[in-house]
């Protein structure tokens, strides 16, 4: 069964960093592109990086390019969505989702974890 | 960017009738071989997105048959035969055939 779990909610400062991670299981972990998707309150769906495990390629949305950077772990099939200087704005629930990527259906997503930026 | 309109942003449906979403993109999403990269997606209040629709009208494992999908190069359309208590949510289409990867705003649908 594929499953992607992801870490649980934060509440940072603005300025802080932050690392959450998105857990993955039931399948070739190196094979497949892993994206990270933003929702913030109230609001839609937007994407904004992916990486491919197997050999570290990654891919931003040129709205988040700069801000954001996707990495991962084959060793425990773990992917990282990671901030250098938050701010207020970034509070927001982040997805992972499998196969987040050109010509993919980004087929199975994790639950989702709350991070919230508050002074 | 490729821009994708959902229309209505907001829909109400009395049990057991059909319903009927569009999804209009502003460049073909058809790629060289034919296959269409237009996915759908039904986000249920508190939880993650999920797909039920792949490549235009596939439906994915165990999304029931009262769903399809629809369309040509810009224009698509998400049907529900027969609306359920368990199919509220907001829908979302999705466009993976060139990067950024970009989502429709979203159609809020509820019951009557």
């Known amino acids: 069964e594929v499953q992607l779990v992801q870490s649980a909610t934060e509440v940072k400062e603005p300025g802080g960093s932050l690392k959450i991670s998105c857990q993955a299981s039931?399948?070739?972990?190196?094979?497949?592109?892993i994206g990270w998707v933003r929702q913030m309150p109230g609001k839609g769906l937007e994407w904004m990086g992916s990486?491919?495990?197997?050999?570290?390629?990654?891919r931003y949305s040129p709205s988040f390019e700069g801000q954001i950077s996707v990495s991962a772990d084959k060793k425990t099939t773990t992917a990282f969505l990671q901030w250098g200087s938050l701010r207020a704005s970034d509070t927001a629930i982040y997805y992972c989702?499998?196969?987040?990527?050109?010509?993919?259906?980004?087929?199975?997503w994790g639950r989702g974890t709350l991070v919230i930026v508050s002074s | 960017d490729i821009v994708l309109t959902q229309t209505p942003r907001s829909l109400s449906v009395t049990p057991g009738q059909p319903a009927s979403i569009s999804c209009r993109s502003s460049q073909s999403l058809l790629y060289t071989d034919g296959t269409a990269h237009l996915y759908w997606y039904l986000q249920k209040p508190g939880q993650s997105p999920k797909l039920l629709i792949y490549e235009l009208s596939k439906r994915f494992s165990g999304v029931p048959d009262r769903f399809s999908g629809s369309g040509s190069g810009t224009d698509f359309t998400l049907k529900i035969s027969r609306v359920e208590a368990e199919d509220v949510g907001t829908y979302y289409c999705m466009q993976s055939i060139d990067l950024p990867l970009t989502f429709g705003g979203g159609t809020k649908v509820e019951l009557k």
């Open positions: 989702a499998r196969r987040l990527v050109r010509g993919g259906p980004a087929d199975y």
């Open positions: 990486i491919y495990p197997g050999d570290s390629r990654s």
């Open positions: 039931g399948f070739n972990f190196t094979r497949y592109w």
